[in-house]
């Protein structure tokens, strides 16, 4: 059966025509979905198609299971049940400006990178278009307005790599923009990947606003290749390659994530080996201090990161210094962990 939130409004036009039904009707039920209520709550559509709906598809949303709170900034991170007995988790983050969900793309990861809790206990499968766009309903429900900006804005950076599950990542860009349902803007939205060339250059000519950011987190091969196993197969030449496509393309700015580790990446040289990765290319990096994930590699302390940032400025790269949020709850980056039923 079929996840009802992985049909978009034609696919449900189709389908209720074919039962018979006027096809005015899957604008009402695609709206009131995304607007988070369950298929037998939908007003003013008749009982008989609601049932209808419920015995041919997979219907509602993840069951929460768990909602920790952060004492320290008010990041909410859920703990999400699938319909199959699979656990996700997505973070809910607070700003001035509005709220921003962090979601998950895979049930566990497969790339391996040393410093992420995500991929540590392996792979067990994709998420679909609807199973994405679930989270982000939920958050919607969940979130705070601001009195300066109500939009919620779409960051996938949870478990797993969006551009290893491409064709679902991009329906899911579809979903989440339609004017009938929650109708997020493209630029609202980042994706945030480990740097695989082809798919990178397959997202650039998707066209539309997301913004795209790539984890480098190293200056050189020797170093990335130690603490991400996917740099033996793409090197950094190739991933900047690939970023300068995107820009090309698409006239987005790129942004390159950079977590500062103490005694791997974090001292002036290796600041001055990525300035030159950078030159001539309309690029950011955004620097974080490593969060703690259970390994033995720490960030370094304040002044050799503010160095490491001054160096960069210095060497005409823009830059800033990204504050973790929610790591007293394990929802900061890298920290979401694969869950198994009956296990934590």
Do not use: W
């Not at 696919?11 to 988070?36: C, D, I, T, W």
């Not at 939908?42 to 198609?49: E, L």
């Not at 919620?152 to 339609?178: Q, Y």
């Not at 960069?312 to 990204?322: A, E, N, Q, W």
């Amino acid at each position: 059966m079929r996840y009802i939130y992985d049909l978009d409004l034609n696919e449900l036009k189709e389908y209720l025509m074919s039962a018979g039904e006027p096809k005015y009707r899957a604008g009402q039920v695609f709206s009131h979905l995304h607007k988070g209520y369950d298929v037998s709550e939908i007003p003013n559509v008749p009982k008989s198609v609601r049932e209808n709906l419920e015995a041919e598809f997979i219907t509602g949303l993840p069951k929460i299971v768990e909602s920790q709170t952060s004492k320290i900034d008010g990041t909410r991170k859920l703990l999400l049940e699938l319909h199959d007995g699979a656990f996700i988790e997505c973070v809910l983050l607070q700003a001035e400006y509005g709220d921003t969900v962090c979601v998950s793309t895979q049930v566990g990861c497969k790339m391996g990178c040393k410093f992420c809790a995500s991929g540590r206990e392996g792979f067990i499968r994709n998420l679909s278009s609807g199973e994405i766009l679930a989270q982000v309903i939920i958050a919607n429900k969940l979130k705070v307005r601001s009195e300066k900006d109500e939009s919620l804005r779409i960051v996938m950076m949870g478990s797993g790599e969006p551009l290893d599950n491409f064709d679902n990542v991009r329906k899911f860009f579809e979903l989440v923009g339609a004017k009938d349902g929650l109708f997020i803007g493209s630029r609202n939205i980042s994706l945030s990947t480990v740097g695989l060339p082809d798919r990178i250059r397959d997202f650039a000519d998707l066209g539309g606003g997301v913004n795209l950011c790539i984890s480098l987190h190293a200056s050189n091969d020797k170093i990335r290749q130690s603490i991400m196993p996917t740099a033996k197969k793409y090197p950094i030449a190739d991933i900047v390659s690939a970023a300068r496509y995107f820009f090309d393309k698409t006239g987005r700015r790129v942004i390159f994530e950079y977590s500062l580790i103490e005694g791997v990446n974090s001292l002036p040289e290796h600041a001055l080996e990525l300035s030159k990765l950078m030159r001539g290319f309309p690029c950011h990096v955004n620097l974080i201090s490593l969060n703690p994930t259970g390994v033995e590699l720490s960030p370094p302390s304040r002044e050799i990161a503010m160095r490491f940032m001054d160096t960069l400025i210095k060497s005409g790269v823009s830059c800033t210094f990204r504050k973790s949020k929610g790591q007293d709850i394990d929802g900061a980056c890298g920290m979401l962990k694969l869950r198994k039923k009956g296990g934590t």
